[in-house]
């Protein structure tokens, strides 16, 4: 038999509880609830239990329950207790068979119905006395659509400086949903683009708000000035479902390096993705022939995209899988190998037949195991004296904010393995 009843119950008080729960609290021996919760029942006969200390609550409904003679506990929550609410922690001090839950909708449920947005493959992640790291994993995944349950240091404010720090080449649309059920309720709708996301880290919230994040469609990149070297990664248009194909800006720099460029190159770029290292080559020496390989129609289009935006014509898409799309193009003088498709070594002894004299090759490598066949690739060759060979392992951060500080978000390590062709 069920000693304790823990209820959900909304913004709205009495008035949103159905018929059993609402008699439940009537016949209650002992209403335990936050001050908000009590406040809803200022004239309930039986005695009260202010939720704070939750040790010392759990003590005085134990004694409630040894000294009454038909105890009946009510424990008054916020919308779904099993949801990220206390039911969690009832059941740790308490027997299941004496703990009946009866959930109200969640604060989660009613903010996608105020988005209209649905959320069966939603990510719930909260940020009540936690760090945001999931959300940041989350967001770099480009994962959609998201529900964060915000706290007083990971606010609205916060999430939107987060957003902005992290260069994401994916853009949501965002609501934050205020006082859901109540005479005071407030929807703020926006977009993760940086001057929304400037205006919403200046506003202030109600305490009792969930923050939705759904990813559009195609990226509103805007047009502008770019610098030389070091494209936002959000002024790519990119794969809306696959941000994390996009070779990252610090990595791309230091690839632009590697490659050691010179005019009037012929340079492939294998498992091009959105075309973003072809097009910082192509900004950087308009005189070079760039071949951006690239398996996938999406993949194709969204080179076509960027190539247009930055005006770099001389960025031609091939679309097909190497090593077969390599048979027809001009042999080489620098290749770039960002993705292999499972066909690594194929690739690497096609190039090894095409690449130039002073040739180089420089492999974006993010397994062990990728790394392994690259070098014993190397090792197994018969003219291994005439190929020189360094690598760069690259394990960088970005500072994010963290309420009033600041912290790092690291960036997938990834290992740069340059091949370079000795006359």
């Not at 018929?19 to 908000?36: D, I, M, W, Y």
């Not at 239990?49 to 929550?77: C, M, N, Y």
């Not at 340079?267 to 390989?293: H, N």
Request: glycine fraction near 6%; charge should be neutral.
């Amino acid at each position: 038999m069920a000693l304790i009843h823990v209820i959900g119950i909304g913004l709205d008080g009495a008035a949103s509880l159905g018929e059993t729960p609402r008699q439940l609290v009537e016949t209650a021996t002992l209403l335990v609830g936050s001050s908000r919760h009590l406040s809803y029942f200022p004239h309930h006969p039986a005695p009260t239990l202010k939720l704070g200390e939750l040790k010392d609550a759990i003590a005085q409904i134990r004694h409630h329950l040894s000294t009454a003679t038909t105890p009946s506990v009510v424990i008054l929550t916020s919308g779904d207790p099993l949801f990220f609410g206390l039911g969690r922690l009832l059941l740790l001090e308490f027997a299941a068979a004496h703990l009946t839950f009866h959930p109200h909708l969640s604060s989660v449920q009613l903010a996608f119905s105020r988005a209209k947005v649905p959320w069966q493959d939603a990510r719930v992640i909260s940020g009540h006395g936690r760090s945001l790291d999931e959300l940041i994993s989350a967001l770099q995944q480009g994962i959609s659509p998201l529900a964060i349950l915000t706290d007083p240091t990971n606010t609205p404010a916060a999430i939107a400086q987060l957003i902005a720090a992290l260069d994401l080449p994916s853009t949501y649309q965002i609501w934050v949903c205020e006082n859901l059920g109540a005479s005071e309720e407030r929807i703020t709708t926006t977009t993760s683009n940086h001057a929304d996301l400037t205006h919403l880290a200046q506003k202030e919230f109600s305490a009792l708000n969930v923050v939705i994040l759904q990813r559009l469609v195609t990226v509103a990149a805007s047009r502008g000035t770019y610098p030389l070297l070091g494209i936002s990664d959000s002024a790519f248009v990119s794969f809306p479902d696959r941000p994390g194909l996009m070779t990252k800006r610090e990595i791309r720099t230091l690839v632009l390096a590697e490659l050691a460029l010179q005019p009037h190159l012929v340079i492939w770029d294998i498992g091009a993705g959105t075309g973003s290292v072809s097009i910082e080559i192509a900004r950087l020496c308009p005189t070079v022939r760039i071949y951006a390989i690239e398996k996938t129609a999406v993949g194709i289009s969204l080179i076509q995209q960027n190539s247009q935006r930055f005006q770099v014509p001389t960025v031609q898409p091939i679309q097909g899988s190497a090593p077969e799309a390599l048979q027809a193009l001009p042999d080489p003088d620098r290749i770039f190998l960002g993705g292999s498709g499972g066909h690594l070594i194929p690739i690497l002894d096609h190039c090894e037949a095409r690449l130039r004299s002073d040739g180089r090759i420089v492999l974006a490598l993010t397994t062990l195991e990728h790394l392994t066949t690259t070098l014993t690739w190397l090792a197994n060759r018969a003219d291994r004296s005439r190929w020189n060979h360094h690598l760069l392992q690259i394990n960088l951060a970005r500072s994010v904010p963290l309420a009033a500080f600041t912290r790092w978000a690291p960036l997938n390590p990834v290992t740069l393995v340059t091949l370079e062709r000795l006359p």
